[in-house]
């Protein structure tokens, strides 16, 4: 299923930019309207200038300048200042969640969250704020399952995760994600084979995009995915714990 990768990026970009728009102009001038611009500003740096202009005029105005004056500065590269830690590491939750758990696993803590249908994220404890989280549910069975197979991954006694997957995304992100996840334990693949199965292999940079913006880490195997020069590359959780993950699954490390 070939796509217009651009063109995709682009009106992902319109559409999160008037849903927070929509918010603002509903009076919801809180966190979750402050989330959705930001997930807006985050797409639209990833557009080149001719593709921003793309974008209808007013939307570009609301979210460069009249919402900066109410949330402040974004991050640098358009005039607007870097976030703190802190403020990253809150975005990062998905709004859907409706319940969250601390997990110890053998690459440190992890934090596991669920939706009412399926597990939505899955983040290493450096890379989330806990204060932002909701609170952990000992009934949610999505958690007990999730943590039940985390830590039989862990102990060697499984590679195959089977609890139900919520994650939100654009239709292009899921496709990745999708792939992902086929990837057999212990094996690995490059960016450029995910885009030949996505049917669209001129899209290696943007399945780079989409691996990286994967909200639910391990159990989508997004650790599996190298460099073209069987290099590590970059990974969310960092490359000590991309490298951790992938020998603890036997993969042979020893030229990188």
């Not at 939706?115 to 007990?144: A, M, Q, V, W, Y």
């Not at 992902?180 to 780079?208: D, M, Q």
């Not at 970059?234 to 042979?252: M, N, P, T």
């Amino acid at each position: 299923m070939a796509m217009n990768v651009r063109g995709e990026l682009i009106k992902e970009a319109s559409l999160l930019i008037r849903e927070a728009r929509r918010r603002w102009n509903a009076h919801e001038k809180n966190q979750s309207c402050r989330q959705a611009r930001d997930r807006a500003l985050a797409v639209y740096e990833k557009l080149s200038k001719e593709e921003r202009n793309e974008l209808p005029e007013v939307l570009r105005v609301w979210l460069r300048y009249r919402s900066e004056k109410y949330f402040g500065r974004g991050r640098r590269g358009n005039g607007m200042s870097s976030k703190s830690s802190k403020d990253k590491k809150k975005e990062t939750a998905p709004e859907h969640a409706v319940a969250a758990r601390k997990v110890m696993s053998g690459v440190g803590p992890l934090y596991v969250l669920s939706s009412k249908k399926g597990i939505c994220g899955l983040f290493f404890g450096h890379r989330i704020e806990p204060s932002t989280l909701p609170k952990d549910n000992s009934r949610d069975r999505f958690l007990n399952q999730a943590e039940k197979e985390l830590t039989e991954y862990f102990e060697g006694d499984r590679e195959i995760f089977e609890v139900a997957i919520d994650a939100r995304g654009s239709q292009f992100q899921r496709l990745v994600w999708r792939q992902l996840s086929a990837i057999p334990f212990g094996e690995t693949r490059g960016y450029g084979e995910i885009a030949e199965k996505v049917e669209n292999p001129k899209a290696v940079r943007a399945v780079g995009t989409a691996n990286g913006a994967n909200p639910v880490s391990i159990i989508v195997p997004c650790h599996r995915v190298i460099g073209k020069d069987g290099s590590l590359t970059g990974f969310g959780g960092g490359l000590e714990i991309k490298k951790k993950l992938l020998q603890h699954e036997g993969v042979l490390l020893e030229s990188i």
